[in-house]
Every structure is written in C-alpha cells, then in structure tokens.
C-alpha cells in the first residue's frame, strides 16, 4: 500500500439511516423486511445505500440467526459430468428457496471430505450433500449429531438414520447385459472397479444376473477391473481387451460408467477396430459426452438432476420441519440404445 494512502471505510447501517433521515430499524426493515416499509421510505433508503455504495453485513446476520443461507454439496469427483449434473439439479432447488449452493470436490479421500464437513458444520450451512467415500463412515454420524441435516447422494447406507437418493444399480446393469445378450452377444467383458465403490459391485451383480439368466457360461462374462472411473482406465482397459486371443476375445463391453466408456471408444478407435462391429459398447450414466461420442454411446441413463433436485427438497425438508422422517429414495434407471451396440 502507498504510504499516506487512505483506506475506504465501509458504510454502516447507521450511515444509510442518517443519509435517508429514518431511524435505524426502518433501515433494517428494508434489509430483512421490505414490506413492512412504505414504497416511498423504501426507495429513500434504498438510493442512500446506493449513494454510499453500502453492502450489508451477511456473515453477522447469519451469526445472529444461527445459520446460514446457503447448501453445500460434497461430491466425489468434479471431472465426473455427472457429479456437476448432480449439483446443477440441488442448485436449481437451493435457487428456488432463495439459497446459495457451495460445491466441495472430496477427490475420493476420506480425508478431504472429513474436513470439509467439519468446515461447514462450522460455517452453519443449513445442510449437506454428500456423495461419500464411504456411506457407513463415523464422520457422517459426526454431522448428524452437531445438527446439521445431511442427506446422502448417489450411495445407499445399511441403516435409516439419513435421507438418501440413489439409483437401482443391481437394476442397471441388469439392462446392460440383457441387451447385449439380446443383441446376440455370448462373450462380454465388464469393465469397472474398483470393487470398494458400491455402484460398480451392484452394476457388476446386476450383470452376472442377466448373465445367469441367459444360461450363459459364467467364464465368458470376463471382469476386467480398473484403477478408477475414468477415461484414461478406459482406455487402458482396451488394451488389455484387445490382448485376448481372438478365438475368446469378448464382443461386447458393458462399462460401469460412461468415462470409462469413452477411453474405451478412443482406444479402439486408435487400434483401427470398429464400434460395435469389432466391439459394442455399453456405459452407464448418460451423461451428454454419450450422445455426442464420435460412436453415440448406448447408456444406462441415470436422472442426474433428479437426484439433485431431490436430495436438496429432503434436505431442506429436514431443516425446517421438526416431524421429518428419513426417506431412502431409490429411482430407476433406463437403458437409452444408440449406436455402439445396434451398428
């Protein structure tokens, strides 16, 4: 800072009422109760906050209310579109009841995410989305019990003690696989892991249902597991597929997310193979990179800001309602066709 330079004080309330002649709690009305203020006096108060460039004092409101006016949303991984599709649903519902949403990325460590639910319990937010790295964790019980409502996104716990929203999973993969079975496929690899995260487990468990189903040899749904859900684990995955010997290579993928897909897709293609002619492809997601693939992928389609939208309402619902109950929502996935699997 230059020496001698005079710093702006910012305005006060007690400057906006001496500027517009009104008492201090007409400026207050105005701020927190415009209707009980005249049109006239509002407008007068109005001007003179804007004459003194006056910004009111958030943080001290929501200190002397006890909480604050906004969400927060704990999510796993912000490369994911879905998560972000995920936070545009809770958004859309935080906007509607005139709050903010902050977007926490945990990155898929236990650690990171512990400490941004201790930040905003702290921060008195009036409650918390988390897609947790673990559903079961203590840390979660942590939140509940410093009365902060918490609602649990895109995972399922083994009790009731929290609202969730998650997606039939086991059903999921269950489109999957019969749709390739349909399609006439007997050899079909499962690409997906690790096998720690609960989605890949059930859309696995789903798979080897309409596997068995199908009466089809148990060897010939090969799992070839990965590091991570990302296209760059796609993508080695196609590697390794393509590594089988032609008489025992699968014709057909199902992958447990739409990322993994795309890596996959991007691999062949590099090799000179074909979707689906030398491999059909099925991911799980639907996110908007599925349709525009350079192969439009078929997806199973999971409703991303549904899922949003309505951990938010429970949420929400939790915070103001002293008769809430928990409720575990559970919706259904649908498998969208295009052209990786039909040709």
């Known amino acids: 800072m230059r020496e001698g330079a ?3 004080k910012a305005s006060s309330v007690k400057d906006v009422a001496a500027l517009a002649h009104v008492s201090l709690g007409t400026v207050s009305n105005v701020l927190n109760r415009p209707e009980r203020v005249s049109p006239a006096t509002r407008a007068k108060v109005e001007q003179a906050m804007r004459d003194l460039g006056f910004v009111r004092n958030e943080s001290a409101r929501q200190l002397r209310a006890g909480r604050s006016r906004t969400l927060a949303y704990v999510l796993l991984d912000a490369r994911n579109p879905f998560f972000t599709d995920v936070a545009q649903g809770a958004e859309l519902a935080a906007e509607s009841a005139g709050l903010s949403l902050f977007l926490c990325h945990s990155d898929n460590r236990a650690s990171r995410e512990g400490d941004y639910l201790a930040h905003l319990v702290e921060q008195r937010v009036q409650g918390i989305l988390v897609t947790p790295v ?6 979660l019980d942590d939140v509940r019990r410093n009365g902060t409502p918490l609602v649990i996104v895109d995972r399922t716990r083994d009790d009731d003690q929290f609202c969730s929203v998650a997606v039939d999973d086991v059903l999921g993969g269950r489109l999957a696989v019969e749709h390739l079975v349909e ?6 690899a499962f690409i997906g892991g690790p ?10 468990a789903g798979a080897r249902e309409a596997w068995v189903a199908a009466g089809l040899p148990e060897d010939q749904l090969v799992v070839v597991g990965t590091e991570a859900l990302t296209v760059a684990e796609g993508r080695s995955a196609g590697e390794r597929v393509m590594g089988i010997a032609s008489s025992r290579r ?4 199902f992958c447990a997310n739409d990322l993994l897909a795309l890596g996959l897709l991007q691999q062949l293609s590099t090799a000179g193979l074909t979707v689906p002619g030398d491999l059909a492809i099925v991911g799980y997601d639907d996110i908007e990179y599925a349709a525009a693939a350079a192969v439009p992928l078929t997806s199973v389609r999971q409703p991303r800001q549904e899922l949003g939208r309505r951990a938010a309402e429970l949420v929400l619902d939790e915070a103001e309602d002293p008769d809430h109950r928990h409720q575990q929502v559970v919706f259904t996935p649908e498998l969208v066709a295009r052209r990786s699997t039909r040709g």
Request: charged content about 20%; proline content about 7%.
């Open 6 to 8: 005079v710093v702006a």
């Open 134 to 139: 673990d559903p079961n964790a203590a840390v």
């Open 183 to 188: 399609a006439g496929h007997t050899r079909v």
């Open 195 to 204: 096998e720690t995260i609960g989605q890949v487990r059930d859309r696995l």
């Open 250 to 253: 699968p014709t057909a993928a």
